[in-house]
């Protein structure tokens, strides 16, 4: 049900001569999670970037396979690069929801993908959309807020809209940046638990850039270390050892 | 180690500092300087408040006997506000969006910038005179004074408001796949629309003081009127216009503020029915004429 | 946490409720009423519409090239009388203002019945334009720049007032609270309690106050009071359109000058 990602050669500089990403080759197939951990700076977050086309990759290949079709999704461009971005669904560190819209038109916009301006503005959306957005919002436990402002709303409760947001694309990839690193340690462990189910239930793979190396072992299938711009660790939580860590983060005293 | 107290204060509390003590010194020669120059004497203020006293008393009481002339330039004024008003802001939404340094690509945002920047330095009467003596005499030429008046107030300050929005609501709906104009309605918009609609309701204000008066210099409304009562010494019909003229804006303000309550804190007639109080938006606006 | 489905089962969602709804309606109705109104109503003659960008095409062919000759004989000294009149009025505005705008302050007057007197002075004086107050004046002083630096001055009353007493009621009332229970007087809490917290605010409004009358001085000499207005009105009478021209840029750098010095001073004062 859900797609493969091939990462094929990926470099991203932005400063020229001072690559951020240095050829990344990466596939993600089948659902489950996939966590990518690796100190700040190190180039998570322009992987992910890179992949949903909000930061221009310099060269290489991000081919998203669904069941009828490839896309390189570093090549498209115009309508075809937002249609391949409706396929991959994102949550990001700080919620980035509509701070004055409420709950539901928050929802909402991950239908904009699918609908021309003009019914967008007149808030003409299908009823499939509605009932789909009331089912979101009770997976996600937040019914009663439907018709709240989201910055009404705790840090906790933004991050399921957000979830729900990129749900309501009806993604065939979730990416997530950071999720939980704006939340407190319950709310974290919280979110994570929903997130994986949620996409577990729709089979769909979830690729979750995180520094907290304990919630990765606890939730992802497979753990991805990278360092200077380059995958250096690939594996389960199992063989990830502190000498592997060493290697990604550096330092030895925080590995205590 | 010895314990050294100060003997006494080497500073007076609260005292002003040699800053500030200069600056007042420098503030009150100025307007001697000043004062000289624009030759200002003691015997012209005496002579003047002597008339002063006169003029009052033939201002009262106001005279309304001639109110369909009255009547008849309000509502050429509350025309051109209207009109100059729905224009103004109809065409300032796109070009203070085109503006935005954050969203659209320098060769969309530095004509916008300028034509906004033009449109705010000369003010609203000279701007009236041009009208005038380009289009001839009449509302047309106040209704497009205002217009350009409009689009100076409101394209600055809207161009400003979209370059404060947080970027990543922007980065959010974007990566959803939306098309441009859908970023835009749904990211962009929502969060500027409050400070829109303030600007906008102050506009119409602002539009509505200086339609009473662009008919001074022949463009309409009851501006017109009002000079030349001046110029016949009618000081009685002078004080009625101006009476009808402040009770006219106090009007606005008051429509003004439930437009923003109805748009901005959307209230409900439920609401209004329990007098519930109507919000004001801060108006403190800048480089505008509250 | 996956809830069981409601399957089958459409609930609605509405944007607006029906009260909402029906307010928004009626006030763009309104609005659209007013327009209609107003076009079928005004009196534009439709030759003159059409003929309008022709005309502005004229005219601005007749004010190139700019005289600058003419600058140096009347011009600069006109400016600097404007320049005068905006200065001389602001401070004077700010002196008459501040009372009236304490006087509207609800934390600092509690009585309603001044506080009410204090907006209404406020209110009118904002009501009645500039040019409007320079008559006035000028029925009464006589023509010149003494009308115009009073015009300037009465009209600023409402601005400044209105934003210091807005300035006044969003202060702390912390502080002023110590200062009462200490029991000082109603001058002391104003000199120690409010006027440091207004401080920032009231420069602000001052220089801001002063950039809009240096535009306004401008204008005013065009029914005679004082400044480059007066200038202006002679050139555009006489049809000299090329010192109209130098006029305008003449307005057109003072107004710019003047913000650059506003936001010069403002990086170093707030």
Avoid at chain 1, 120 to 145: C, P, T, Y
Avoid at chain 3, 73 to 91: C, D, N, R, W
Wanted: glycine share 8%; proline share 3%; with cysteine.
């Amino acid at each position: 049900m859900g797609a493969e990602l091939r990462i094929e050669k990926l470099f991203k500089s932005y400063k020229a001569g001072v690559p951020v990403l240095k050829g990344v080759d990466l596939t993600v197939s089948g659902d489950g999670v996939t966590a990518i951990i690796g100190p700040s700076g190190t180039g998570k977050s322009t992987l992910l970037r890179c992949i949903n086309r909000l930061v221009e990759p310099t060269s290489g290949k991000v081919i998203l396979r669904t069941a009828n079709k490839d896309i390189d999704l570093a090549s498209v461009r115009g309508s075809a690069l937002r249609q391949a971005r409706r396929m991959v669904g994102m949550v990001f560190q700080e919620y980035n929801l509509v701070e004055r819209l409420t709950v539901m038109e928050n929802l909402l916009t991950g239908r904009l993908g699918y609908m021309p301006a003009w019914k967008a503005w007149m808030r003409k959306f299908e009823q499939e959309d509605i009932n789909r957005a009331f089912e979101l919002l009770d997976a996600v436990g937040l019914s009663e807020h439907a018709n709240q402002r989201a910055d009404a709303l705790s840090g906790g409760q933004r991050q399921r809209v957000g979830i729900a947001r990129a749900l309501m694309q009806q993604p065939e990839l979730l990416l997530a940046d950071e999720p939980t690193s704006s939340l407190d340690p319950k709310t974290s462990v919280e979110i994570m638990e929903l997130m994986t189910e949620l996409a577990h239930a729709r089979g769909i793979p979830v690729i979750i850039n995180m520094h907290d190396v304990e919630l990765a072992k606890r939730f992802a299938k497979r753990i991805i270390g990278m360092s200077g711009g380059n995958i250096v660790f690939d594996g389960d939580g199992q063989s990830l050892s502190t000498s592997h860590l060493k290697q990604i983060y550096g330092g030895e005293s925080w590995l205590q | 180690m010895t314990n050294t107290l100060p003997q006494r204060m080497d500073v007076r509390p609260f005292s002003y500092s040699t800053g500030t003590k200069v600056g007042i010194v420098l503030v009150l020669l100025y307007v001697v300087y000043a004062a000289a120059q624009l030759d200002f004497t003691y015997s012209r203020f005496i002579t003047g408040l002597d008339n002063a006293s006169t003029f009052l008393s033939r201002m009262v009481p106001p005279n309304f006997t001639r109110s369909n002339i009255l009547i008849k330039g309000m509502v050429e004024s509350l025309e051109i506000a209207v009109l100059a008003s729905v224009a103004g802001i109809a065409l300032s939404l796109p070009i203070g969006l085109l503006g935005a340094r954050n969203l659209m690509p320098g060769w969309a945002s530095w004509p916008s910038r300028a034509l906004v920047a033009v449109c705010r330095s000369l003010h609203p009467v000279i701007v009236a005179i041009l009208f005038v003596k380009a289009v001839g005499f009449g509302a047309l030429a106040g209704i497009m004074a205002l217009v350009v008046a409009s689009i100076g107030f409101i394209g600055k300050l809207f161009t400003e408001a979209v370059e404060e929005i947080s970027i990543k609501q922007v980065e959010a709906v974007r990566a959803t796949g939306a098309s441009f104009a859908n970023v835009i309605l749904f990211a962009v918009l929502p969060q500027v629309f409050s400070r829109f609609v303030g600007f906008a309701t102050y506009q119409f204000d602002s539009n509505l003081r200086n339609s009473t008066m662009v008919g001074i210099v022949g463009a309409g409304g009851i501006g017109g009127t009002l000079f030349s009562a001046f110029q016949r010494f009618d000081y009685d019909f002078v004080c009625a216009i101006l009476i009808t003229i402040i009770a006219v804006i106090m009007l606005g303000e008051i429509l003004a503020n439930f437009v923003r309550a109805v748009f901005v804190d959307n209230i409900s007639p439920g609401e209004i029915l329990r007098h519930k109080r109507i919000s004001r938006i801060s108006q403190g606006h800048e480089g505008a004429d509250t | 946490m996956i809830s069981s489905a409601t399957h089958g089962q459409n609930r609605t969602w509405v944007r607006y409720t029906l009260g909402q709804k029906l307010l928004r309606f009626t006030i763009y109705l309104a609005i659209v009423i007013a327009v209609v109104q107003s076009i079928r109503h005004i009196n534009i003659i439709p030759e003159f519409m059409y003929d309008a960008p022709a005309q502005m095409a004229d005219l601005l062919n007749r004010m190139w090239p700019i005289d600058w000759a003419h600058y140096p004989q009347s011009v600069h000294a006109a400016l600097m009388e404007t320049i005068h009149i905006a200065t001389l009025g602001t401070i004077l505005s700010v002196i008459l203002a501040f009372p009236v705008g304490l006087m509207a302050a609800n934390n600092f007057t509690p009585n309603a019945f001044l506080n009410f007197i204090g907006r209404l002075i406020l209110v009118s004086t904002r009501s009645v334009n500039s040019l409007v107050w320079a008559l006035l004046f000028i029925a009464i002083f006589g023509p010149g720049a003494l009308a115009g630096t009073l015009a300037i001055a009465f009209r600023s009353i409402g601005f400044v007032g209105k934003l210091v007493g807005e300035a006044i009621e969003q202060t702390h009332p912390g502080s002023i609270e110590a200062l009462i229970a200490a029991g000082a007087t109603k001058g002391s809490q104003l000199n120690y309690g409010y006027w440091p917290q207004i401080k920032p605010a009231f420069w602000s409004i001052v220089l801001l106050r002063w950039d809009i009358n240096v535009r306004e001085s401008a204008v005013l000499g065009l029914v005679g009071a004082g400044g480059i207005g007066m200038t202006l009105d002679t050139a555009m009478n006489l049809f000299e359109w090329q010192r109209v021209s130098v006029i305008l840029v003449s307005i057109f750098v003072i107004v710019i000058l003047a913000e650059i010095l506003i936001t010069q001073v403002r990086k170093r004062i707030l």
